[in-house]
C-alpha cells in the first residue's frame, strides 16, 4: 500500500557516554546528487551505505558518505524503489511497488555495476511494500492481502526462487489489511523471527522461519491513513512498533506500543513528537531506540519510555548497520544525512 508525503530533514554529531545524551543531537547533511524522493536506506557499516527511491533510482556510497553513485537498474527509470536490503559492500536487493507488474525485485552482487530482475509480480491484485534478509540466501518480502488472504514470499537461495506461502500456514486477513510502503521497515527479522507490521495495528509474527504465522493486535490507531508504519526488535522478545496517520504529520496520538514477549502481546508508549515512518535500535545499545518521520526525529534511551526530539526536520527511513556508529536518514528530493554515536 503506498502513501504520500511531504518533508525530511538533515544536521551534527551526537555525543553519548554511557547512555545518556551529551549536548544536542543533530545530523550532517550528505549531497546525494539526486532530486528523487528517497524511501529506501541501507547501511552495511560505516563507509557502505546503498539508498533507493522514485524514478528508478538506486544510490551508493563507499566512503562514508562523501560522495555517492548512481546506479542503473535496466528498464526501471519508472519504478519506486521503496526498500533497499544490503547484504554487503557487493550484494544488495532492491524492491520497487505497485499493483501487477511494477512490483518487483532486483538483486546485484556486484556493487550495482549489474542488476538480475528475480520476481516480477504477475497477480494484478498483490502489491508488495517491503522485504527483509537474514543473510545473503534466506529473505522474505510482503503485499497487500488479497481476498482476506495475506501473500507472504520466502527465498532460501539468496531471490533466485520466491515461494508464496501456503495459505494455512497463515491467519486470516481483515478487510483490505496490508502494509505502507513508506520506508521499507514493516518487516523485520531476527535468526529464525520474522515480524510484519500491517495497515490494521496488527503483527503478524512467525517464531519458525516463516513456517507458521499468529497475528496480535496493537494499540497503534488504524484507518485509511494510519497503522503501523515500521517494527524493530533488539533481540527475540524486545521490539517496538511506530505508525500513526501519515495525513497528521506532528501528531502522536498512541502511535508507538513496545513488546517484551516476542510481540505476542504490546504496551502502547507515548512521548514521540509525531508520525513516524521508521525506528530503528542502536546497535550494542539495547535501551536506545532512534525513531524518523516527515516531521522530525526522536531518540530514547530507555527503550521508549521517554523520547527527546531531534532539531530539524525529518526523513522518510532509517538504517543503522550491525556494529556501526552512524545512524543514516532519507528523505525528500534525494536528503541523506547521518547521525554518529560517539561510542558503543
Known amino acids: 500500500m503506498s502513501v504520500p508525503t511531504v518533508r525530511h530533514a538533515l544536521v551534527i554529531p551526537i555525543f553519548l557516554a554511557l547512555g545518556a545524551l551529551q549536548g544536542p543531537p543533530s545530523w550532517t547533511a550528505q549531497t546525494s546528487g ?67 507488474d511494477a512490483s518487483r525485485i532486483y538483486k546485484t552482487s556486484d556493487a550495482g555495476a549489474t542488476w538480475t530482475l528475480q520476481f516480477r509480480n504477475e497477480d494484478p491484485k498483490a502489491f508488495f511494500d517491503a ?37 494455512k500456514a497463515l491467519p486470516a486477513a481483515l478487510p483490505g489489511e496490508g502494509a505502507y510502503a513508506a520506508s521499507g521497515s514493516n518487516i523485520a527479522i531476527r535468526g529464525r523471527h520474522v515480524w510484519i507490521g500491517t495497515t490494521a495495528s496488527r503483527v503478524l509474527w512467525s517464531a519458525g522461519d516463516g513456517k507458521s504465522w499468529n497475528v496480535s493486535q496493537t494499540p497503534l490507531p488504524t484507518g485509511p491513513s494510519a497503522g503501523i508504519f515500521s517494527i524493530a526488535f533488539s ?32 504496551t502502547v508508549i507515548r512521548g514521540l513528537s509525531g508520525f513516524r515512518s521508521a525506528v530503528a535500535y542502536v546497535p550494542g545499545r539495547k535501551q536506545m531506540v532512534l525513531a524518523v518521520g516527515p516531521s522530525g526525529a526522536d531518540l530514547s534511551t530507555d527503550g521508549g519510555k521517554t523520547w527527546k526530539p531531534i532539531p530539524g526536520a525529518g526523513f522518510h527511513a532509517l538504517s543503522i548497520a550491525p556494529k556501526s556508529p552512524v545512524a543514516w536518514g532519507v528523505g525528500e528530493k534525494g536528503a541523506i544525512a547521518k547521525l554518529p554515536f560517539l561510542s558503543l
Not at 522474505?140 to 488472504?149: E, Q
Not at 512498533?241 to 517484551?260: F, M, P, W
Open 34 to 100: 539526486v532530486t528523487a524522493r528517497l524511501r529506501g536506506v541501507s547501511a552495511v557499516n560505516e563507509r557502505v551505505v546503498w539508498a533507493s527511491g522514485s524514478q528508478g533510482t538506486v544510490i551508493r556510497s563507499d566512503d562514508g558518505g562523501a560522495s555517492w553513485r548512481r546506479l542503473t537498474v535496466p528498464d526501471a527509470d519508472t519504478l519506486d524503489f521503496r526498500d533497499v536490503d544490503a547484504v554487503d559492500a557487493q550484494t544488495a536487493y532492491i524492491l520497487s511497488i505497485g499493483n501487477g
Open 235 to 266: 533481540d527475540d522478545a524486545h521490539g517496538i512498533v511506530v505508525g500513526g496517520d501519515y495525513k497528521l504529520e506532528s501528531e502522536a496520538v498512541d502511535n508507538a506500543a513496545v513488546t517484551s514477549d516476542g510481540g505476542r502481546t504490546w
Open 131 to 167: 522485504m527483509t534478509f537474514r543473510d545473503a540466501t534466506h529473505g522474505f518480502a510482503f503485499s497487500d492481502s488479497i481476498d482476506g488472504k495475506f501473500v507472504i514470499l520466502s527465498t532460501a537461495d539468496g531471490g533466485a526462487h520466491w515461494n508464496r506461502i501456503p495459505d
